[in-house]
């Protein structure tokens, strides 16, 4: 294992370039959970980048960071789109299952909320299809092109800052967690006392430190060990759980927005269940951000 922050850093990277480009052609030809992966595996990298930017030359890390949130936006659109369809398809599938049509009403008899239901689902795959095929056009440019050669870079000729660089990786990475828990730890707090969309969106800015201190403490996991190991895991269930939390507030605006434009109390129960499954993930939210406030790198 490497013992100056330099290498081990560049050990962290190359794995994070390596999902990132073996996820390509899985994405290209469409395969289950593809998109999903590669927008992981871009956010990761550009995250860890960022945590980790003292021990790299500012410059070049912008450059290369630009160029990763491009590429996370084509595949964030698809991604999004996917959810969203997964969501309604499911909340779909829950009601058929739970429905128990009265004797004057058969299966088969129109229901408006399935209907508008299946027509949400639609358009969501019709949206991630479109978006796609951006992405896959965007693997045949230039621009992406260049990006691969650019990753490659950070391998074979790392942009390292080497009054950091041949430091002892352990301290370094130390200093790295704990500032990404403190940052965290920030954005919790500064939370309480705020309702309606300002919590809303404080939770977003809170799930998405909690992404980047998991992503950082995944890649000190070779350096520091356990201690790394399971901080990774509770900031990853701290963003898991916020995510279910976005994720339900991202598809009721959705369904709310298409409501406006019908005006039709039919559609109430669509919004009911993702309200609901809003309310269920700030529910466990307390529980997943504990850790926050105890853990011995505070």
């Known amino acids: 294992m490497s013992t100056t922050a330099g290498p081990a850093l560049v050990d962290a990277v190359a794995a994070d370039v390596d999902r990132l480009c073996t996820a390509e052609p899985d994405v290209r030809q469409d395969l289950p959970d593809s998109v999903h992966k590669m927008r992981v595996a871009t956010r990761r990298l550009r995250s860890v ?5 003292r021990v790299l030359r500012r410059k070049a890390v912008g450059q290369i960071t630009d160029e990763l949130r491009w590429m996370a936006g084509l595949l964030g659109v698809a991604r999004d789109a996917e959810v969203r369809a ?12 739970s429905d128990s049509p009265p004797s004057h009403q058969t299966d088969e008899t129109p229901s408006p909320h399935r209907d508008f239901g299946h027509r949400l689902v639609a358009e969501e795959r019709q949206i991630y299809a479109d978006a796609h095929r951006e992405v896959v056009h965007a693997f045949d440019g230039d621009r992406y092109t260049a990006l691969l050669s650019t990753l490659h870079g950070l391998i074979t000729d790392p942009p390292l800052k080497h009054s950091h660089a041949d430091e002892p990786a352990e301290p370094v990475f130390t200093k790295v967690l704990r500032r990404d828990l403190r940052e965290l730890r920030h954005l919790v707090h500064s939370e309480h006392g705020l309702s309606g969309p300002e919590r809303i969106e404080r939770l977003h800015d809170i799930r998405k430190a909690a992404k ?3 992503y950082s403490a995944e890649a000190a996991t ?26 339900a507030v991202e598809a009721l605006l959705t369904i709310r927005t298409h409501v406006a434009d019908t005006a039709d109390s039919g559609y109430r129960h669509l919004c009911d269940a993702e309200e609901a499954a809003a309310a ?7 529980d997943a951000v504990e850790f926050v406030h105890h853990h011995p790198l505070s």
Do not use: I, M, W
Request: no cysteine; hydrophobic share 35%.
């Open 86 to 97: 997964e969501r309604f398809a499911a909340l779909l599938d829950d009601d058929t299952a």
């Open 222 to 247: 070779a350096v520091l060990g356990k201690p790394a190991e399971d901080l990774g895991k509770k900031a990853k269930h701290l963003q898991g759980v916020l995510g279910d939390h976005r994720d």
């Open 212 to 214: 980047r201190l998991r």
């Open 49 to 53: 980048l960022k945590s980790y930017r």
């Open 280 to 286: 269920k993930a700030l529910g466990e939210y307390p």
